[in-house]
């Protein structure tokens, strides 16, 4: 399995954004967070050593905060600028080109 990174829309109880932005906080997947404009009102870069970890963040972490209505989540394929994507790139080359070698 790869190491992975997704951005995490969401859509929050404006009387209890303050609640959220704390409890996200806490979470250790959450890499970044950002109050935005526009459709959704926090935007999270979020890491997961693999699909079932990035599940069980969204499942059983995010979406059992009080005052979190839903996400929408993208994860990063290629990464094209940014240290944290381009970081997880480099890692899962340096991983995939070992385990060539090893074989």
């Given at each position: 399995m790869?190491?992975?990174?997704?951005?995490?829309?969401?859509?929050?109880?404006?009387s209890l954004m303050d609640e959220v932005v704390?409890?996200?906080?806490?979470?250790?997947?959450?890499?970044?967070?950002?109050?935005?404009?526009g459709e959704y009102d926090l935007v999270l870069l979020v890491y997961a050593s693999d699909i079932?970890?990035?599940?069980?963040?969204?499942k059983n972490k995010i979406m059992k905060i009080k005052g979190v209505k839903s996400t929408i989540t993208s994860i990063a394929l290629s990464p094209q600028k940014g240290l944290k994507?381009?970081?997880?790139a480099t890692e899962t080359t340096v991983s995939d080109n070992k385990e060539s070698m090893d074989a």
């Open positions: 790869h190491e992975l990174y997704a951005f995490v829309n969401i859509f929050v109880e404006s704390q409890a996200l906080l806490e979470i250790d997947a959450v890499e970044e967070l950002y109050e935005v404009t079932e970890e990035l599940s069980d963040v969204l994507c381009a970081k997880a």
